[in-house]
């Protein structure tokens, strides 16, 4: 493997070798993602559908089952594809020093092993108690190489430091990012006190709608925020998001965040919506835009189905 960094920068061949490897990293993240959602995921998910539908009553399954088949989704699917795609795209932006790419395989490893292991222990309840936090620990040790590395920004050329505010969609990313981590803890935690106190291999119920709470709302939502404050001028021509509204929405919803995790769920939802509202105005989702859209190789309806998506 070629060397990390190099005083008078890589050569090309080396330059082309990282590519092809980076390339197969996270071709081999979204192929675990693929497989998460498409066997675990969706076919346990129609599997509990079916089995309601058979017993005329949703209590009548297992909360072991069901909180499988989202775990499967949650972290199979999304947390591979986010991992994968944020090891590869973050390299090609040059947001991050060159790392050895052996830290995106060892991230890699530890992911998989955790969110199969804490799939099959749901299901199959095989040695539970040590195996299902045990699971959870994998999974957070492969977020945190992966957390680890994003972490280290591209040195400057600069010999003085220089100090410079994230751009709005960095730090909606990062928001993202640390909500995901808050996630994975809560989950461990929750396992842990599960395997010592639970009959069977399930979140308690308070534990299991928070961490719902925290990986919908405090992830995935602010996660789509910041890539569209990024991409939406661009390819839909809007005009650049109002930054103050959006550092707003932000507030909004992590005030959100801690008032469901205190337990006030009518605090919690009222925020929700000020805050969606907030980001829904500041991203100029519903405003007509300033330059054409980009939809070369792309379909026309490409601006509806965004706009679609927000309401």
């Known amino acids: 493997m070629p060397p990390d960094s190099h005083a008078g920068g890589p050569t090309a061949e080396e330059a082309a070798l990282r590519e092809r490897a980076l390339q197969k990293l996270v071709t081999a993240f979204i192929c675990v993602g693929l497989a998460f959602l498409l066997l675990p995921g969706t076919f346990l998910g129609v599997w509990n559908l079916i089995a309601i539908s058979g ?22 699917w999304v947390g591979a594809f986010v991992i994968g ?33 804490h799939w099959m222990t749901g299901v199959y309840a095989w040695h539970w108690r040590l195996m299902y936090p045990f699971s959870a620990l994998l999974m957070l040790a492969g977020f945190v190489v992966f957390f680890h590395t994003i972490r280290q920004h591209k040195p400057k050329s600069s010999p003085l430091p220089v100090i410079r505010t994230p751009e709005i969609w960095m730090r909606l990313v990062l928001a ?14 929750g396992s842990i006190y599960g395997a010592v106190r639970e009959s069977a291999p399930a979140l ?13 709302w405090g992830f995935l939502v602010l996660s789509v925020w910041g890539f569209n404050a990024r991409w939406l001028p661009i390819f839909l021509g809007l005009p650049q998001p109002h930054v ?14 801690l008032a469901g995790l205190a337990g006030a769920v009518t605090v919690c939802s009222l925020l929700l919506i000020a805050a969606s509202a907030l980001a829904v105005w500041s991203l100029h989702v ?25 309401v």
Do not use: C, E
């Not at 590869?88 to 991230?107: C, Q």
């Not at 308690?204 to 919908?216: E, G």
């Not at 929405?249 to 959100?256: E, I, K, P, V």
């Not at 054409?292 to 309806?301: D, E, T, V």
């Open 55 to 76: 017993h005329r009553a949703a209590h009548s399954l297992s909360p072991a089952w069901i909180q499988a088949h989202g775990q499967a989704q949650m972290f199979g």
């Open 85 to 117: 795609i944020g090891f590869y795209s973050l390299s090609k932006m040059g947001r991050l020093m060159r790392f050895a790419v052996s830290r995106g395989w060892l991230s890699w490893g530890l992911w998989t092993s955790g969110a199969l292991l």
């Open 176 to 189: 993202s990012t640390l909500a995901f981590l808050a996630a994975l803890l809560l989950n461990l935690g």
């Open 204 to 216: 308690p119920p308070a534990v299991d709608q928070r961490l719902l709470l925290v990986s919908a």
């Open 244 to 257: 103050r509204g959006l550092a707003g929405a932000l507030a909004t919803l992590t005030a959100a965040l």
């Open 286 to 310: 519903f405003q007509h835009g300033i330059q054409p859209a980009k939809l070369q190789g792309i379909h026309r309806s490409f601006p509806y189905f965004v706009r679609a998506a927000y």
